[in-house]
């Protein structure tokens, strides 16, 4: 096994620590990843002993009932998810996954794992996605820690420029060495559909909306076969959350209404409150990531045509009168224009 990276969240007195791993299991390799939460004392002394595990393992109590905890769950997915008409089937699939014995019963220990994994975001989005294939597959759960299968080239340019050099190099530098190491244009056409097929997938889903918040190409990245894989579930975010996060919020301009790094909505300037309105949705946002990424190496006789959609779609807006067939329309005619290109030949 071989320790990779961290990262740490603090709410309040409360700080979550996701430790990520990388190693072997069933002789393929894997990501495996353990939360450590610790409940920091209200004064805050440094002598003071960190109480781990208390906060993370808290629900359900001893003697709740099975179908108390499925309320729970319930009640939990409405307030992350939305009110949708098909939390209860969820309920039921975490229920089976709570059983990881497989003796047919919820043990209170396997129910408080699987309440306590829920809580981390990347853990419910994959619960919730599991139906995508564009998502790492969840391989396994044991109390704090899960595993997903390891995606092989984890940026879109299938190499990333070592982080001592990054602040040495100009981005010129840096752009030469992404096109010298990507895969070349008909692969990247095919991980291209597949990104536009997530944001598809993602918008009006079967479980709500999802937000891609952080649309930077390390955070996406594809498998041997260049299908393209969502690296890191974490820069996604419900539409419950950002809206939570919106709600009530003082704002002078849109930077002010800002969720993680690109999720900004509209100030009300008047009102001086964010307004639950994108700026850009995802669609946008990923089409321009896709600009240099397709335009560099792309056919001649197809790259002004791509051009052209591609700054379409960056023009898209976030308004919610805009966001069911005007986008369709731009998607569909985007991943058209893709796949006549390759399809018929050994990239397809």
């Not at 190693?23 to 002993?49: F, M, Q, T, Y």
């Not at 041997?224 to 003082?250: C, P, Q, S, W």
């Amino acid at each position: 096994m071989h320790y990779s990276s961290y990262s740490e969240l603090c709410r309040g007195h409360v700080c979550r620590m996701i430790i990520v791993y990388r190693g072997l299991w069933r002789e393929r390799e894997v990501i495996i990843k353990c939360s450590i939460e610790e409940a920091l004392k209200a004064d805050n002394h440094p002598d003071s002993v960190p109480r781990r595990d208390v906060v993370l393992f808290d629900k359900p109590t001893r003697g709740t009932s099975i179908d108390e905890f499925k309320e729970m769950l319930l009640n939990f997915l409405k307030a992350k998810l939305g009110d949708q008409p098909s939390l209860a089937a969820l309920v039921s699939r975490i229920i089976a996954m709570a059983d990881v014995n497989r003796d047919g019963k919820v043990s209170l220990a396997e129910a408080k794992s699987i309440w306590a994994l829920l809580q981390l975001n990347e853990f419910l989005l994959m619960v919730s996605l599991h139906e995508k294939e564009h998502t790492s597959k969840l391989l396994g759960h044991c109390g704090d820690l899960y595993v997903t299968e390891k995606i092989p080239h984890t940026s879109l340019y299938g190499v990333d420029v070592p982080p001592f050099l990054q602040s040495l190099l100009p981005s010129v530098v840096h752009q030469i060495i992404h096109q010298w190491f990507a895969p070349a244009w008909p692969r990247r056409a095919k991980i291209a559909i597949g990104l536009l097929e997530f944001v598809e997938e993602i918008f009006h889903g079967t479980y709500g909306n999802f937000y891609i918040c952080e649309t930077g190409f390390k955070n996406v990245g594809y498998n041997d076969k260049y299908d393209f894989k969502m690296v890191n579930l974490r820069k996604v975010a419900t539409e419950m959350t950002i809206r939570g996060f919106l709600k009530g919020r003082h704002c002078e301009q849109n930077v002010d209404c800002t969720y993680g790094k690109d999720c900004t909505a509209t100030c009300d300037k008047l009102m001086k409150q964010c307004k639950s309105d994108m700026v850009q949705p995802n669609l946008a946002k990923v089409c321009g990531l896709l600009q240099d990424y397709l335009l560099y190496g792309a056919p001649p006789e197809l790259k002004e045509e791509l051009q052209k959609q591609l700054r379409t779609c960056m023009t898209l807006s976030g308004l919610a009168s805009q966001m069911e067939v005007h986008h369709s329309l731009v998607l569909n005619n985007l991943k058209t224009l893709l796949w006549k290109k390759i399809s018929n030949t050994k990239y397809s």
